[in-house]
């Protein structure tokens, strides 16, 4: 197979599902000896991609605005400049920049168009453009379903389903942290000790399931269970409001001293480590849910609700922590269940991270060697 040169294209390179999965491709594609770059606004992970052995071009592509029509001739330019075999859009701006860019070259010197859905995005015109690649990736079944019921231009046969995948190399089973981070985590958390701790990550945004959890760890208090919550992940500028509620809603149901909010932290499999149970609560189907992978690939038993990616991983791995939509008395229920009687899940085989850059690097190279008149 000749070596190729792709493009991967997504609005910044900050934290994130859909830029941990461009760095995990990034890196595949450098291993197999091809060349990888990424057009990005930049971020704090570009500094991993560059040492990893990828290329990063910087270039406005994140601006909602009509202003982001601007960038279209100059990626236009890049293309021309660097001949790539592929372009590979994540999101939806960068998509429409690259797209209407691939539109003014000449037939022949177009590279092949491919599209990931991440996401249950809006049904609207502007959405339709990840809909619009040779070959449309979705991460899921559910996003393969959500396609072919909202955008019916979209050819079945450009669609595969790729499964965003976890490494057991970066989460083991019975994975433990080391002493110093462990003496850390203590010093930092001594509320914890002695503790049931359960764990709700996630970024702070509505739908995530912060009420239910809430009022869970609220119910298990009054039942006399020895638990305290954590609630894992940072919240963005535009969402420091919803902080606030959260916060106050914890003081208002007398929770200060059961429920800990740690804010975003990058040590995620640590943290996971010293917990005993991981919750998935958000009312809006996840297009996969990669941490309640990541949880389960460690050993730690997961409770969830059965939409979207997240049932689908808990109907393949765990079915006994699947939970149906909003069913809270089963959630407090099985709760109890695992914390007296724990269902450790089995080493699990399911979703690897290098059969999706395998699978993923495939579409790349089925593509160009396709014959195109």
Same mark, same amino acid.
């Given at each position: 197979m000749k070596k190729l040169t792709v493009i991967q294209t997504l609005p910044a390179l900050n934290a994130g599902g859909v830029e941990r999965g461009t760095l995990e491709i990034a890196r595949a594609l450098v291993a197999a000896g091809h060349r990888s770059i990424v057009i990005s606004n930049g971020g704090r992970l570009v500094q991993q991609l560059e040492a990893e052995g990828s290329e990063h071009i910087t270039l406005p592509v994140h601006r909602k605005s009509l202003a982001s029509l601007w960038q279209i001739s100059p990626f236009k330019q890049i293309l021309l400049d660097i001949?790539? &075999?592929?372009?590979?859009?994540?999101?939806?701006?960068p998509a429409w920049i690259a797209w209407l860019a691939w539109r003014k070259l000449p037939l022949s010197n177009r590279p092949h168009f491919v599209t990931t859905v991440h996401g249950f995005y809006s049904v609207s015109f502007y959405s339709a453009i990840m809909t619009k690649g040779e070959r449309v990736i979705a991460v899921s079944n559910s996003v393969k379903d959500y396609i072919t019921q909202n955008y019916k231009h979209c050819p079945i046969n450009n669609i595969q389903v790729i499964h965003r995948g976890v490494s057991q190399q970066e989460f083991p089973h019975g994975y433990q942290p080391n002493q110093q981070w462990l003496r850390q985590w203590q010093q930092t958390y001594p509320q914890l000790q002695g503790k049931k701790v359960l764990t709700l990550a996630g970024r702070i945004t509505r739908l995530k399931g912060h009420e239910t959890f809430i009022q869970l760890i609220k119910q298990l208090i009054a039942d006399g269970e020895n638990v305290h919550g954590l609630i894992v992940g940072g919240a963005e500028a535009k969402k420091q409001a919803y902080l606030q509620e959260i916060e106050q809603l914890i003081i208002k149901e007398n929770l200060s001293q059961h429920i800990t909010m740690t804010g975003h932290r990058s040590d995620i499999k640590e943290v996971f480590s010293q917990s005993d149970l991981i919750y998935s609560l958000s009312s809006q189907a996840e297009t996969f849910g990669r941490t309640v992978l990541e949880a389960l690939y460690l050993g730690k038993s997961v409770l969830g609700w059965n939409h979207g990616g997240v049932g689908e991983i808990l109907a393949a791995c765990y079915p006994q922590g699947s939970l149906n939509?909003? &069913?809270?008395?089963?959630?407090?229920?099985?709760?109890? &269940?695992?914390?007296?009687?724990?269902?450790?899940?089995?080493?699990?085989n399911q979703f690897r991270l290098d059969d999706m850059c395998g699978q993923t690097l495939k579409v790349y190279e089925d593509l160009v060697s396709t014959v195109t008149c």
């Open positions: 001949k790539p &075999d592929i372009i590979h859009a994540r999101s939806r701006i939509l909003n &069913d809270t008395v089963r959630l407090l229920n099985k709760t109890k &269940d695992l914390l007296h009687s724990p269902q450790t899940p089995p080493i699990i």
